[in-house]
């Protein structure tokens, strides 16, 4: 699987968009981009994924460069609850490949 | 139920104690996961269930050895362990062991091995 690289902290002001970048330029072509977050003290949450297209769902959006080699997840309206870890997982869309973590993003929405 | 309920949330125990984790999820999920997590460090993968039968064990040591009763229950026994293995224990279910899904995690067992 493709290694991604992600800065290991930012802050957010509440209210405000929240963008998360990660870079992934080796991906594959059937590679993936997945998002999670960990809350502290909870298990990871899935929150999205794609492979090429933009993304939207009701917690966020995955805008995928056309190269695919970075991305970037959008909380449109970070609030304190959005305060995570955020990982950036790319992934082979082939049967026994599971989900790497790697380090993250550490998130702070500040008031 | 859209949930991965994980019991017990704490658990100290001894190094010579014999003690089990239990998963549990009723979404019809068949692929069930044990992952550990120490302090600031992301999740690891321990093992992967699929239909019941172990798929992946990635290299853990025999100190913990998962059980699948059935399709709704996931064990994790643990015996002799030491005290580098305190950590978050987390389970996660999926549909199948297809990649397409997301991973429901529980909230884990915060284990203390003294």
């Known amino acids: 699987d493709a290694k991604t690289t992600q800065p290991p902290s930012m802050d957010c002001a509440e209210g405000r968009a929240a963008n998360l970048p990660c870079n992934h330029s080796t991906i594959s072509g059937n590679e993936y981009v997945y998002w999670y977050r960990q809350i502290h003290s909870q298990g990871p949450q899935y929150i999205i994924h794609g492979l090429k297209n933009n993304e939207t769902n009701e917690m966020a959006s995955l805008i995928i460069t056309e190269d695919r080699k970075s991305s970037t997840l959008i909380l449109p309206h970070a609030t304190l609850r959005d305060t995570a870890v955020y990982y950036c997982i790319v992934r082979v869309h082939n049967y026994g490949q599971n989900f790497v973590f790697g380090p993250g993003t550490r998130l702070s929405v500040l008031p | ?114």
């Open chain 2, 1 to 114: 139920d859209t949930e991965v309920t994980q019991t017990p949330k704490h658990l100290v125990m001894g190094m010579t104690n014999k003690k089990s984790l239990k998963c549990e999820q009723h979404m019809g999920h068949r692929a069930m996961y044990w992952y550990k997590q120490k302090a600031k460090k992301p999740p690891e993968l321990m093992f992967v269930y699929s239909y019941e039968k172990l798929s992946i064990n990635e290299s853990v040591p025999s100190r913990f050895s998962p059980e699948c009763p059935n399709s709704s229950l996931l064990n994790l026994h643990l015996h002799a362990l030491q005290p580098e293995d305190s950590a978050l224990y987390l389970c996660a279910s999926s549909p199948e062991q297809v990649p397409n899904y997301g991973y429901t995690f529980g909230s884990g067992t915060r284990l203390t091995v003294v």
